[in-house]
């Protein structure tokens, strides 16, 4: 992730300058590591709930390696550093006398590195345990103290920690102080100590020393040079020594980009979790996710409709089609009037049973958001066909007077001509005047308002409309109209009658007309389906754009801080990825 505007962040300024031409050049771990800290920073400042992890991301740093001691009270830490810094009686006594009054780390000098006594851990002191995981955090390596009374299950667990979670099974050394204390068995604890090491016992260095025997060795002007010797040989402090100089053989340049790779990992992972949700922000967020997926179960279940009810006016149309192009006279090429008659029919009531299903569809959708959300969730828009419900549409009765009015007009296609046919129709579908006509004459008869008002919903009974009805009933047979119009424009060429030249060649026109037929309608089928399938989606999607617009006092929070998180945990995921490939490397 770039800064804005394209310059570099204080961060990565300090880095270049600290690190000099390594950074920019040779690539090397300690320029990886502060260029991936730089951007850490950038993401972390993205937003207040992470600003503050900042101050903790690594930065150029090349000051003594730092080992630190971390172990429990008593375990002999101070004891630990005075043998290794070969401290005179007097200044022992001090570091040993105020070990137990220790809080915050406290480093020392030692052969050009630093070792830092760390408050002592398992006291049920949270300051102590709290300054000591800080301890933790700022070293390079550990020196992990225990005794030789083994250390129980909390302690084996701070143990697991260091070395597992916060990435130190490579930087160790485990000691075990205290070994010439009476009853100790040598081999005996060793063997412990690595059963409690689990995987990480042939991976971590365990050192048995006893420090006080190494101080008394080089302070106690009573012991004889033999007795010295063995006291310093049997300390075991000489082997700790070569273990130390060992992990921190690398330098700062190669222990260091570890040590803060593994504290990069740390800051990355708290700000992961400091992305955790709870109390109020959880349940917008929930809530947001609720309101989320219930738009998805409407828009699935009526994209399901308008797909499948998309299909069937296809195989409709193409079925229609093969019917009259299967009744192509061999005489003169005409389709007969009833198949002619029935073939419109058939369109016609594709394209209604199709409104009516789609319609329904979307009903159901809105039905359910209702039921969730009540009146917040607004009514959909009539389908383009204005069909407000199933048995709301004007396919009429048998006997109705419109469906004997249209087969009427189909009979007397051929006669009339279809562009007369084609002018009535279009004028009824263009102009409310034309269409309230007809509404208004089906609504004078019994059987023409049961043909008008399916649904109940324009009617008061004969010659009687409720109020908006006519407005209604007006869109209702425009529309309707136009589906007439639709269907005789389909028809048209089942209309076309040409003669057919009485020759040798009769056969194979009346076949190429039945394939052009075939062909028509398969065509028809084809755009009528994406047609449908177009103006079906975006209808959903007006709509859909609706509900999202009513209902975003419900998701406005909930999807902000939803957006908020999945943005800052793909940038923070992402750099977590690339410091762990820094920790592990071999991995």
């Known amino acids: 992730m770039s800064s804005p505007s394209g310059s570099r962040s204080a961060r990565t300024q300090e880095a270049e300058k600290a690190m000099g031409p390594r950074?920019?050049?040779?690539?090397?771990?300690?320029?990886?590591?502060?260029?991936?800290?730089?951007?850490?920073?950038?993401?972390?400042?993205?937003?207040?709930?992470?600003?503050?992890?900042?101050?903790?991301?690594?930065?150029?740093?090349?000051?003594?390696?730092?080992?630190?001691?971390?172990?429990?009270?008593?375990?002999?830490?101070?004891?630990?550093?005075?043998?290794?810094?070969?401290?005179?009686?007097?200044?022992?006594?001090?570091?040993?006398d105020a070990a137990p009054k220790t809080q915050e780390a406290t480093p020392h000098p030692w052969n050009g590195m630093t070792l830092v006594d760390l408050p002592g851990t398992l006291s049920g002191n949270d300051e102590h345990s709290a300054a000591a995981r800080r301890g933790v955090r700022g070293a390079d390596a550990l020196m992990i103290v225990t005794t030789s009374e083994l250390p129980g299950e909390a302690e084996t667990k701070a143990i697991l920690q260091a070395l597992d979670t916060d990435g130190f099974a490579n930087r160790s050394v485990v000691v075990i102080n205290k070994m010439s204390?009476?009853?100790?068995?040598?081999?005996?604890?060793?063997?412990?100590?690595?059963?409690?090491?689990?995987?990480f016992?042939?991976?971590?260095?365990i050192v048995p020393t006893d420090a006080r025997d190494y101080v008394d060795a080089?302070?106690?002007?009573?012991?004889?040079?033999?007795?010295?010797?063995?006291?310093?040989?049997?300390?075991?402090?000489?082997?700790?020594?070569?273990?130390?100089?060992?992990?921190?053989?690398?330098?700062?340049?190669?222990?260091?980009p570890k040590a803060q790779a593994c504290e990069l990992l740390r800051v990355l992972t708290e700000a992961e979790q400091l992305w955790d949700l709870d109390g109020k922000e959880l349940d917008a967020a929930q809530t947001a996710?609720?309101?989320?997926?219930?738009?998805?179960?409407?828009?699935?279940?009526?994209?399901?409709?308008?797909?499948?009810?998309?299909?069937?006016?296809?195989?409709?149309?193409?079925?229609?089609?093969?019917?009259?192009?299967?009744s192509v006279s061999e005489k003169n090429g005409t389709v007969p009037v009833d198949i002619a008659t029935a073939v419109t029919g058939e369109l016609i009531d594709a394209r209604t049973d199709f409104d009516v299903r789609y319609s329904s569809s979307v009903r159901a959708a809105f039905d359910a958001l209702v039921a969730e959300y009540g009146d917040a969730a607004p009514e959909p828009e009539a389908w383009v066909n204005e069909v407000d419900a199933p048995e709301a549409t004007l396919a009429a009765p048998t006997q109705s007077p419109y469906e004997r009015a249209l087969r009427e007009a189909a009979e007397k296609a051929e006669k009339v001509g279809a562009k007369k046919l084609h002018a009535l129709i279009e004028k009824v579908a263009a102009e409310p005047e034309a269409a309230a006509k007809i509404a208004n004459w089906l609504n004078k008869t019994r059987a023409g308002q049961k043909v008008l008002d399916a649904g109940g919903k324009i009617t008061n009974g004969v010659d009687k409309f409720k109020p908006w009805g006519r407005i209604k009933a007006t869109k209702k047979v425009a529309s309707t109209a136009g589906k007439v119009q639709w269907a005789l424009a389909v028809m048209g060429p089942l209309m076309d009658v040409k003669s057919i030249a009485q020759d040798q060649s009769r056969w194979k026109a009346i076949q190429k007309r039945r394939q052009a037929l075939r062909d028509h309608f398969a065509d028809v089928a084809l755009r009528q389906r994406t047609n449908l399938t177009d103006t079906g989606e975006r209808h959903l999607s007006e709509w859909i754009a609706e509900v999202e617009q009513s209902l975003s006092g419900l998701t406005?929070?909930?999807?902000?801080?939803?957006?908020?998180?999945?943005?800052?945990?793909?940038?923070?995921?992402?750099?977590?990825?690339?410091?762990?490939?820094?920790?592990?490397?071999g991995d």
Not at 76 to 94: D, T
Not at 294 to 300: D, I, L, P, Q, T
Not at 569 to 578: A, Q
């Open 23 to 96: 950074l920019t050049t040779d690539g090397g771990p300690s320029a990886r590591v502060l260029a991936l800290s730089a951007r850490a920073e950038e993401v972390l400042n993205a937003h207040p709930r992470t600003r503050d992890l900042t101050a903790s991301l690594p930065q150029a740093d090349t000051s003594p390696l730092r080992i630190a001691l971390l172990g429990p009270y008593s375990a002999g830490k101070s004891m630990l550093i005075a043998a290794l810094r070969r401290l005179p009686a007097a200044e022992v006594e001090r570091l040993v």
């Open 201 to 205: 016992a042939d991976r971590v260095p």
């Open 218 to 256: 080089a302070n106690d002007p009573e012991l004889t040079d033999e007795h010295r010797e063995l006291l310093v040989s049997e300390s075991g402090i000489d082997a700790l020594i070569a273990e130390l100089r060992r992990i921190t053989a690398p330098g700062v340049s190669g222990v260091r």
């Open 181 to 199: 204390a009476e009853n100790s068995d040598r081999d005996v604890i060793l063997d412990e100590i690595r059963k409690r090491l689990g995987p």
């Open 289 to 326: 996710k609720k309101v989320e997926e219930s738009f998805s179960r409407a828009k699935e279940t009526v994209l399901d409709a308008l797909e499948r009810e998309s299909k069937v006016v296809a195989s409709r149309i193409r079925t229609a089609g093969g019917r009259a192009a299967d």
């Open 556 to 585: 406005k929070q909930g999807t902000e801080i939803s957006a908020a998180r999945e943005r800052a945990l793909e940038g923070i995921r992402s750099l977590r990825d690339e410091a762990e490939k820094l920790v592990r490397p």
